[in-house]
């Protein structure tokens, strides 16, 4: 018989009728109270599609979503179909509405599905119970049964024997016996006993061929359940040999009864179950448990994999020991294979919305109680928060947070007419990131339903490159137009294609416009650029202004495109540059000059004093005067020194001290040093040393004039800062190192003097700059001298250390390279013999000095030593001395009246007048001691160089080596 059709539940006529009626019921009662709700049109439509969704199913779902939507646009939006496309926000919400109904109806549907076949297998698992209760029960009963049929029995066949004992007295034919049963032939048994006896047995038989009856039908029964269970049954072993199963089980595992028998559970069993279905079986053994229930893995026969809800229950026998186990199997793989489809769609809908490429959130009540991976990032959200989610309001900037809370109070509310005039579905704003960056984002928010809340769905999209992108594309549009330099176009026939506002200047200053020539006198400038395209810059004058105008060749598009720049400014700042240069250079030129004057009008009459001085040690003078003269002397010479270091700071500053690498001795350059402050130590009793190590080398390349000055100012500093104790002076190599070539010696100067304060020690190398700087200074000095050593020690390459302490003293490093890498010469020793004072008798040395106190001076000391000196005022004098005598030397000053030194040197070297005087030595003796003056004096035709205040030993020397030196070349 073939049964009919039935109607599947999804799409029953009846559940379809009630979801259609609830729009209709919504669609009254919002009439109803049309104007308290007015204008939230979808008040009660998204309910009613929810509920309708769930009582109607897929079907029932969709169909009430598409008649809601149509009674709310005809009744309460009144949309026409000629105006659909005006009232976009209208087409909008009517879009989303369809949206969250087809979502509804896939969601109910698919829980619909999931929860029939959760119901189907929850009810086939209690008919399963409740089959295996009434097995167990009839076997139980059946058993009751056997054990009273056997009682029965055991008391009839007792009941028999007493009763043929008892009654010796009835006499029954054999036959009346039961087989077997033995007679007794001499009894008197009375027919009453006989009869009752025969009804005894027979009822016995006939109660116990009911019981055996009950018994076939207790066993079929229990068979029928056993074999007909709609889930698997089976008695195991406690080894987990299969002893009994049925047909269902087979079924659900793939085996047939005697495959099963020949097996256990444990070779079927899913090894990552194993475990813990033994660990359960252990427990139900040894009675911790009654039974247990466990979702398993079976292997079937085939390979497959299947999942199967298993309980269990232990028999045991009526000592107590463990008889057999009761399993039931029932087949739940299409439930976990709903349950991990519905694990994956909850899957793939988690990572589309964290991967997707906007920010999605879900408000309530304008808390964010959802937010996907990228709204961390683009709206400030934190990651993580405690109880209470954030504000979505905390992350919108103070003067978009008052339009953003309007905005979303209308989204959320879903409020299409009265929102559609003042703010769009989707709207801008500025939002804080969590490093308090600013963002441009775009959002937009359909209502939600969730769990009878009513939320809000958030979208937000980063906009801030495509603003700036915009706005780069506005400002690139503006610009030609808005440039405040001429941007022009010209075609290859120097037509002006584009001007803009500011080249109306340059064009009308050459009477030209748009759609006329190029001005002509720079079109040649156009025609290279079209020739080679390559940029060329021109420059023009246009009124009092100055452009510097780019011809740019833009490829293949056949026309250039000039951009304008005022170069007015530029040009002026130029001139400014180039008039401040040359005033600087003036400057400078007037700073050297000052300076050379300064030096020659100081030295001048130093040199008197000097000299005076100097010649006054040659008298006789008794041991007071001696002193005078000796202080005075002294005196002079720190004048001269104050004069030198300020020469040689203004030298260094203008970058014109050239040092020279000579390779000297080490000892013959500090002799000098150490005899110049033998004396001073000794006066205020102070021990003064030199040590040089032994594994000094003993020649080194440098300057060994520069390296005397720095060692002059380093030790004279020390003596003077040192009241008792001792100075010394060491020299040591120091050993190699990676990054420095060649010999490096260390000058170490000790003292154990006053000390200098820490506060003032990183300053004593500035120019003018002492420890003590106050009124009651106890020594004197013009701060130079350390400032002079640094300086020198950096343009020989070497490094100062300075370390003091106040009350202890004083030491300072030196270290300096060996400059043999440069071109290094060899100097040797000069001697200095003092002479006889009759040396000079018998030649005659003609002074050229205009100065007085210089000419009495030099005569006097000439004189003195044998010479026989005469004096001219200047250069003419010198010439007409020479021509109306003759010299064996002349001393000439520089600088002098009517004719100079130079100008009279020249013209005895080159004069044909003086050609018998040619050769004859000529020292300059001037006060011209400006760096470069000694070489310019020499490259003149000079043969020596002597500068005032001189020195009368130098004097000496000098004249002794012109002599004896071989004749000076003339100047070219």
């Known amino acids: 018989m073939v049964e009919p059709m039935k109607t599947p539940p999804w799409v029953s006529p009846p559940r379809l009728l009630a979801a259609l009626s609830i729009p209709f019921a919504a669609l009254a009662i919002q009439w109803l109270f049309w104007g308290a709700i007015k204008p939230y049109v979808w008040f009660l439509f998204f309910p009613a599609v929810f509920f309708s969704s769930w009582v109607g199913g897929l079907v029932g779902g969709l169909a009430a979503t598409v008649l809601s939507a149509t009674m709310v646009a005809v009744y309460f939006m009144k949309l026409e179909t000629a105006h659909i496309l005006d009232n976009p926000g209208s087409l909008l919400s009517i879009g989303v509405f369809l949206c969250m109904g087809v979502l509804f109806s896939l969601s109910h549907a698919r829980l619909r599905t999931v929860n029939r076949q959760a119901a189907e297998a929850l009810e086939s698992a209690r008919q399963a119970n409740e089959k295996l209760l009434a097995a167990n029960a009839d076997i139980t009963r059946l058993y009751e049964k056997n054990r009273e049929l056997d009682e029965l029995k055991t008391r009839f066949f007792a009941n028999v024997s007493h009763e043929l004992r008892t009654a010796p007295h009835l006499t029954t034919p054999a036959a009346a016996f039961p087989a077997g049963m033995p007679s007794a032939p001499d009894a008197d048994i009375s027919p009453q006993a006989v009869e009752e006896l025969s009804a005894r047995v027979q009822e016995i038989v006939t109660q116990r061929s009911r019981l055996d009856a009950e018994k076939r039908e207790t066993q079929a029964r229990f068979e029928s359940t ?4 709609a889930v698997g049954l089976a008695h195991v072993a406690p080894d987990g040999r299969w002893l009994r199963v049925n047909r269902k089980l087979c079924d659900i595992l793939g085996y ?23 660990g359960h079986m252990a427990r139900l053994l040894s009675g911790e448990i009654p039974s247990y229930a466990m979702e398993k893995r079976y292997i079937r026969a085939d390979g497959r994999t299947l999942w199967a809800q298993l309980t269990v229950s232990l028999v045991r026998d009526d000592t107590g020991r463990p008889d057999y186990f009761i399993s039931v199997v029932e087949d739940i793989d299409r439930r976990k294979g709903a349950e991990a489809a519905l694990r994956e769609i909850r899957e793939r809908f988690t990572v589309l919305v964290e991967n997707a490429p906007e920010a999605i959130c879900i408000l309530e009540e304008g808390q964010v109680i959802y937010a996907n991976a990228l709204s961390h990032n683009l709206l400030g959200l934190p990651r993580e928060h405690d109880r209470t989610p954030p504000f979505i309001l905390d992350s919108v900037t103070p003067e978009d947070r008052d339009r953003f809370r309007a905005w979303l109070a209308l989204r959320q509310d879903d409020a299409a007419e009265s929102g559609a005039d003042t703010m769009s579905p989707v709207e801008e704003f500025c939002f804080l990131r969590k490093n308090k960056d600013r963002v441009d984002v775009e959002v937009s928010a359909v209502p939600l339903f969730l769990s009878g809340r009513r939320d809000v769905l958030l979208f937000a999209r980063d906009i801030s490159e495509r603003k700036r992108t915009y706005e780069e594309i506005q400002s690139l549009a503006r610009f030609p137009g808005e440039n405040p330099n001429p941007v022009l176009r010209v075609a290859p026939d120097m037509t002006v294609l584009h001007a803009n506002k500011a080249s109306a200047a340059f064009l009308d200053h050459y009477q030209s416009g748009l759609g006329q020539p190029f001005p002509a006198p720079h079109q040649e400038s156009l025609r290279a650029a079209f020739a080679t395209d390559r940029p060329v810059v021109f420059e023009t004058e246009v009124g009092k202004r100055t452009f510097a105008m780019t011809v740019h060749p833009i490829l293949t598009s056949g026309y250039v495109n000039i951009y304008g720049m005022d170069v007015t400014a530029r040009k002026k700042a130029e001139a400014q540059l180039v008039a401040a240069k040359d005033a600087a250079e003036a400057a400078n030129r007037a700073k050297s000059e000052f300076l050379a004057t300064m030096s020659h009008e100081i030295r001048t009459p130093l040199n008197g004093v000097l000299g005076m001085l100097q010649l006054a040690q040659t008298t006789a003078l008794n041991e007071e005067q001696a002193q005078y003269v000796a202080t005075a002397l002294r005196a002079g010479r720190g004048l001269l020194r104050i004069l030198a270091d300020i020469l040689d700071i203004s030298q260094i500053e203008s970058g014109h001290l050239v040092l020279a690498a000579t390779a000297f001795e080490i000892q013959e350059a500090l002799q000098p040093v150490f005899y110049a402050f033998t ?11 030199c040590v040089v190590e032994p594994s000094t080398p003993d020649i080194f390349c440098g300057d060994a004039g520069r390296l005397r000055q720095v060692l002059y100012n380093l030790v004279g500093n020390a003596l003077k800062y040192t009241d008792a104790g001792s100075v010394r002076l060491r020299v040591f190599p120091l050993p190699e190192s990676p990054g420095h070539e060649g010999t490096r010696l260390c000058f170490d100067i000790s003292d154990t003097g006053v000390g200098i304060p820490g506060d003032k020690q990183a300053r004593v190398f500035e120019p003018f700059t002492q420890a003590d700087g106050s ?11 350390l400032s002079i050593v640094r300086r020198l020690v950096d343009l020989m390459g070497g490094t100062v250390f300075l370390c003091s302490q106040e009350g202890i ?9 060996d400059r043999r890498q440069t ?17 000079g008798r018998g030649r005659r040395i003609l002074v050229v000095e205009d100065d007085p106190v210089s000419q009495f001076t030099a005569r006097r000391y000439l004189t003195k030593l044998g010479y026989r000196a005469e004096c001219a005022d200047n250069g003419q004098q010198a010439l007409e001395a020479l021509r109306n005598g003759h010299f064996d030397l002349i001393l000439m000053d520089i600088q002098m009246p009517v004719m100079g030194g130079l100008s009279a040197a020249a013209a005895i070297r080159t004069d044909a007048t003086f050609r018998d005087h040619a050769e004859i030595p000529i020292i300059a003796m001037t006060a011209h001691a400006m760096l470069g003056d000694r070489e310019r004096f020499l490259q003149a035709g000079l043969s020596g160089y002597v500068a005032k205040p001189v020195e009368l030993s130098e004097l000496k020397q000098a004249i002794e080596q012109a002599m004896d030196a071989p004749p000076t070349p003339l100047p070219q």
């Open 823 to 839: 071109a290094c010469t060899t100097q040797g020793p000069t001697a200095i013999e003092a002479g006889e004072p009759d040396a």
């Open 775 to 785: 009124y009651t200074r106890k020594y004197g000095g013009t701060g130079l001298g």
């Open 256 to 278: 047939s009864r005697d495959d099963l028998r020949r097996i256990t559970f444990q070779e079927i069993t899913h090894p990552d179950d194993l475990e813990t279905d033994v």
């Open 226 to 229: 056993f074999e007909q269970a």
């Open 679 to 689: 004396h001073e130590a000794e006066k205020k009793g102070i021990e003064f040393s």
């Open 809 to 817: 003293g004083t030491r300072v490093r030196i270290t300096l390279s």
